[in-house]
């Protein structure tokens, strides 16, 4: 099992389906898996029902994906924010983090209106906040970081297999 963390527009999905196909690996995206259980988009279910209820459902699909199949997985953006997440990835997987600085995920995703997290007066100091509490959170968590910054996916792609490779027991 290999998961990726990072922030929202760090590149999780997109770097997680060519990983998964180049390594012949089902993909799963856990915010898909969350909203086909809610029967809504997390950002419906976020707004009606609030952050705390949210993240409950959140660490029963971590916990439960992390236990099935071998996959490349890619997480919510906030996925480490509760302890039990953090532990449940870190022991089960192989955890990639996928490091953007806010200001690299502010270009990538600034015209991106499903995101519910930009849709604020200030979405770049959001970007900031949200990197200042999540960084060492995510550094916790991950085996591996990957410095994002402006390679392609196909070069980060190849940059997470070679840590694979050489980490490989």
């Known amino acids: 099992m290999i998961a990726l963390i990072g922030l929202p527009g760090s590149g999780k999905s997109t770097v997680g389906r060519q990983l998964a196909r180049r390594l012949a690996m ?7 898996v969350i909203e086909a259980r809610l029967g809504c988009s997390i950002r419906a279910f976020f707004e009606r029902e609030g952050e ?11 916990d439960e994906l992390t236990q099935g199949e071998p996959c490349v997985l890619s997480t919510g953006g906030g996925s480490v924010l509760r302890p039990e997440n953090r532990a449940v990835l870190h022991q089960r997987s192989r955890v ?3 490091r953007s600085s806010p200001e690299e995920v502010f270009r990538r995703v600034k015209h991106d209106r499903a995101r519910p997290l930009l849709q604020v007066d200030d ?3 959001k970007l900031r906040d949200l990197y200042k509490v999540r960084d060492p959170l995510y550094r916790e968590t991950a085996h591996f970081v990957i410095e994002t910054g402006r390679p392609s996916v196909a070069t980060l792609v190849n940059m997470i297999q070679m840590q694979l490779e050489l980490s490989a027991p």
């Open 96 to 98: 990639i983090y996928l």
């Open 52 to 62: 705390e209820r949210f993240r409950d459902i959140e660490s029963q699909a971590l």
């Open 26 to 32: 089902p993909f799963v995206d856990s915010d898909h």
């Open 123 to 125: 979405p770049m100091q």
